[in-house]
């Protein structure tokens, strides 16, 4: 694995713990607007490492 591909990797690891971050905020948060834009947040950045391991698997093709 490159540098650049472990420093992607690392990258995708703490956007994953931050997403989980915010899917335990939707879960306590008051209110259906909070509940639904962190989700919207969450998604948002799952969909950033979607891309980025898609990107990485097409470099080791």
């Known amino acids: ?3 650049f591909e472990q420093l992607l990797a690392a ?3 703490r956007t994953r713990a931050f997403v989980r971050v915010l899917r335990s905020g939707a879960r306590s948060a008051e209110g259906e607007p909070a509940e ?3 989700e919207e947040v969450a998604e948002f950045f799952e969909s950033y490492v979607d891309a980025g391991d898609r990107m990485l ?3 080791r093709t």
């Open 1 to 3: 694995m490159s540098g």
């Open 57 to 59: 698997r097409g470099r």
């Open 11 to 13: 990258s995708h690891e």
């Open 36 to 38: 639904a834009r962190l």
